[in-house]
């Protein structure tokens, strides 16, 4: 494996050792002092970036834990947005702004496919504009997370747009502010920037590798060596064991 373990921890030892207190019968085998360098440099830099690893792994699933539940919650906003939607539409209508109502409905079932506010089929075609509008709102099969979130954005910014306040003030007299629909708006932009919540590869987990790598390559390179000296001392034929 190309990780750190006991392995890579026991030859950095052995190298330590023949390094500190069997330099001469190093020498006597043909070691070099750079050989036993590298071994131990590398070994010490995969120590040091398994230990660096961990702690970005700790520092990511503690992110992801935290973005997991923004998302729940954010989710949960959406929900309670959505259900108030068709009590809009039939405020709307009572109060005499159809249009407004009529847009809402198709805006509404494309976003969020809510059967209370189709359309009905008779109802005039949109404008030119509105089916823009429609068009950046759709919502497609399957849609992740982030896509769902980025369409709720598209959703706010449309009834948000001037002319259409009476469905803010209807919102707002259902419980959704105009503060509280931008604070959602902006939540969700922040949540789409971020992009996925998935675990990345850390920039430990490489430094980590190519030492073990290296550690590994210049091992080999001298590991007949290391056992004519192991055939000489039983310090080392011991430490050469877990090697």
Do not use: Y
Not at 89 to 101: C, I, N, S
Request: contains cysteine.
């Amino acid at each position: 494996m190309d990780t750190f373990n006991d392995r890579v921890s026991a030859r950095t030892a052995l190298a330590e050792r023949l390094q500190s207190t069997h330099a001469a019968l190093a020498r006597e085998v043909g070691i070099l002092p750079d050989d036993l360098d590298a071994i131990l440099r590398e070994g010490r830099a995969a120590a040091s970036a398994d230990a660096e690893q961990r702690a970005q792994e700790a520092e990511q699933s503690t992110t992801i834990s935290i973005r997991a539940a923004a998302l729940a919650t954010l989710r949960t906003r959406e929900t309670e947005l959505r259900a108030r939607i068709p009590a809009v539409v039939a405020d709307l209508e009572r109060g005499g702004d159809t249009d407004l109502a009529l847009f809402l409905r198709r805006l509404s079932f494309e976003r969020f496919q809510l059967r209370e506010v189709r359309p009905e089929a008779e109802a005039p075609a949109p404008s030119p504009e509105e089916s823009e509008v429609l068009r950046r709102v759709t919502r497609v099969a399957r849609e992740d997370d982030l896509t769902r979130l980025a369409g709720l954005v598209k959703w706010i910014e449309a009834v948000q747009e001037t002319g259409r306040e009476p469905i803010v003030r209807a919102l707002t007299e259902r419980g959704i502010s105009a503060e509280r629909l931008r604070a959602l708006a902006d939540d969700a932009r922040t949540a789409v920037a971020e992009g996925p919540n998935l675990r990345r590869a850390l920039e430990a987990t490489e430094r980590e590798r190519d030492a073990v790598l290296a550690q590994r390559a210049r091992w080999n390179s001298i590991r007949k060596l290391v056992r004519l000296a192991a055939k000489r001392d039983r310090e080392i034929a011991t430490l050469l064991a877990d090697c």
